[in-house]
Nanobody, 121 residues
Framework: EVQLVESGGGLVQAGGSLRLSCAVS????????IGWFRQAPGKEREGVSC????????YYKDSVKGRFTISTDNAKTTVYLQMNSLQPEDTAVYYC??????????????WGKGTLVTVSS
């Protein structure tokens, strides 16, 4: 059974940092693209970052380039999203997702339940 479980969200002041974790099980990193998405109140969900470990491909949404970093652990069981210089507009529920062929996309096969990030001004 494929499972993705996010953690690491919380409340942080503007300019601060958080590291989100997505613990994955039930599939091999090398066979899937794994991404981070977010959904702010009243807004559509958007893709933030993706990683394809087998190809070394990484994607970032323009507004987070230079501030967010996606990575995996050596055991390939966890995907991280290091978020620096956080701003109030980064406030959202953050989700991780996995799919064998596409990222980022709302059609990705597997989704976690999300973790809330709140950035105060």
């Amino acid at each position: 059974e494929v499972q993705l479980v996010e953690s690491g969200g919380g409340l942080v002041q503007a300019g601060g940092s958080l590291r989100l974790s997505c613990a994955v099980s039930g599939f091999s990193f090398d066979d899937y693209a794994i991404g981070w998405f977010r959904q702010a109140p009243g807004k559509e969900r958007e893709g933030v970052s993706c990683i394809v470990s087998s190809d070394g491909l990484i994607y970032y949404k323009d507004s987070v380039k230079g501030r967010f970093t996606i990575s995996t652990d050596n055991a390939k069981t966890t995907v991280y999203l290091q978020m620096n210089s956080l701003q109030p507009e980064d406030t959202a529920v953050y989700y991780c997702a996995a799919d064998p062929t596409v990222c980022p996309s709302d059609t990705m096969n597997y989704w976690g339940k999300g973790t809330l990030v709140t950035v105060s001004s």
